[in-house]
């Protein structure tokens, strides 16, 4: 039998906070549980610790998991919720992925107080963001503008472009959207201009592997639509050993009649070169695609591309 308060481990930013309060409220309403039986643990992570620097310069994604999962493996917590963007591709030995909520709107959104879209602004204009598959895809689409580091949380972001720093930047529309700031999207980019990162809009939930009385209470949490389009997403990723220094992107999509639709990339960091990859196929068979699709990128591109980009 679980023993109560159910302990949910988080960052401490206020989207990752938004996020755990979602994740108690569906236990809670899910169980009958209440409000003091769940409690959410906000940790603080390296990642959070450092903002000076860029990601891929310090250790990329799992600098905001490692602090989370080790309470999750010591038991000082009893499940972790994730942005599943920031996971790794590969999960820590003796925890897994339990449930995944449902998505929300994986684009990106354009935020700028200059311009539109991307193509509207100004040749030479300034954009920020730290993400090396952003700013891949941006060299790509506009060589001329200037790409600038842009890291902090997304008030600290948003501070950044009213103050004029930037002309405008990127964010994850989920995000904005879980923190009720939809009015500061300028617009939103669709996937055949840029491609999401892979699992993007998705919250992922990590508990032990042994602990299957939370595998029960998680269970009608999941969202299989979006546990499907995540597997077969992470799946791309986890064959191309993907880093926070390696462009790569992904989007699967679940069509009415059950079937998928995936579309991956990479790119060299100055956006120079580019590998895609298409592919179609059951629902059933998302986790297996996906690795499909990694390997012809492999092919195509070589083992050398992604040394070389590393």
Same mark, same amino acid.
């Given at each position: 039998m679980?023993?109560?308060p159910i302990?949910?481990?988080?960052r401490g930013s206020?989207?990752?906070?938004?996020?755990?309060a979602?994740?108690?409220?569906?236990?809670?309403?899910a169980?009958?549980?209440?409000d003091?039986?769940?409690?959410?643990v906000?940790?603080?992570?390296?990642?959070?610790?450092i903002?000076?620097?860029?990601l891929?310069?310090?250790?990329?994604?799992?600098l905001?998991?490692?602090e989370i999962?080790?309470a999750?493996?010591d038991g000082s917590?009893?499940?972790?919720?994730?942005?599943?963007?920031?996971m790794p591709s590969v999960?820590?030995e003796g925890?897994?992925m339990?449930?995944?909520l449902?998505?929300?709107?994986?684009?990106d959104?354009f935020?700028s107080?200059?311009?539109?879209?991307?193509?509207d602004?100004?040749r030479g204009a300034?954009m920020g963001?730290?993400?090396v598959r952003r700013a891949?895809?941006?060299k790509?689409? !506009?060589?001329?503008? %200037?790409?600038?580091g842009?890291?902090?949380n997304v /008030?600290?972001?948003l501070?950044k472009?009213?103050? =004029? $720093?930037?002309h405008?930047t990127?964010l994850?529309?989920?995000?904005?959207?879980?923190?009720?700031?939809?009015?500061e999207?300028?617009?939103?980019?669709?996937?055949e201009e840029m491609l999401?990162a892979?699992?993007?809009?998705?919250?992922?939930?990590e508990?032990?592997e042994?602990?299957?009385r939370m595998?029960?209470l998680?269970r009608?949490?999941?969202?299989?639509e979006?546990?499907?389009a995540v597997a077969?997403e992470r799946?791309?990723l986890?064959?191309?050993?993907g880093s926070?220094?390696?462009p790569?992107?992904?989007l699967c999509?679940?069509?009415?009649d059950?079937g998928i639709a995936?579309?991956?990339?990479v790119?060299a960091p100055d956006? !120079?070169d580019a590998y %895609?990859?298409?592919?179609?196929g059951s629902?059933s /068979?998302?986790?297996?695609?996906g690795e499909d699709a =990694? $390997?012809?990128?492999?092919?195509?591109?070589?083992?050398?591309?992604?040394?070389d980009?590393?």
């Open positions: 679980q023993t109560l302990r949910i481990g988080t206020k989207l990752a906070l938004v996020q755990a979602e994740t108690k409220r569906r236990l809670i309403e169980h009958g549980l209440a003091g039986d769940v409690v959410i906000p940790i603080t992570t390296t990642g959070d610790r903002k000076n620097r860029s891929s310069d310090i250790g990329g994604k799992g905001f998991t490692k999962e080790i999750l493996l917590i009893d499940l972790a919720v994730h942005s599943m963007k920031d999960l820590p925890l897994t339990a449930a995944m449902p998505r929300e709107d994986p684009r959104a935020l107080p200059v311009a539109q879209s991307i193509s602004l100004p300034i963001t730290s993400s891949a895809q941006l790509r689409l !506009r060589p001329d503008l %200037e790409i600038v842009f890291r902090g /008030d600290t972001r501070a472009l009213r103050a =004029g $720093e930037v405008a990127l994850a529309s989920a995000g904005l959207r879980r923190l009720g700031l939809e009015r999207i300028t617009a939103l980019i669709e996937p999401p892979v699992a993007q809009g998705a919250i992922g939930i508990i032990r042994s602990d299957t595998v029960e998680l009608p949490l999941n969202h299989q979006t546990a499907i077969c799946s791309f986890g064959i191309l050993d926070c220094r390696t790569i992107a992904g999509i679940i069509a009415d059950g995936f579309r991956g990339m790119l956006g !120079r %895609e990859v298409e592919r179609h629902a /068979d998302a986790a297996a695609i =990694g $390997e012809e990128i492999l092919q195509k591109a070589g083992k050398a591309f992604f040394t980009n590393s």
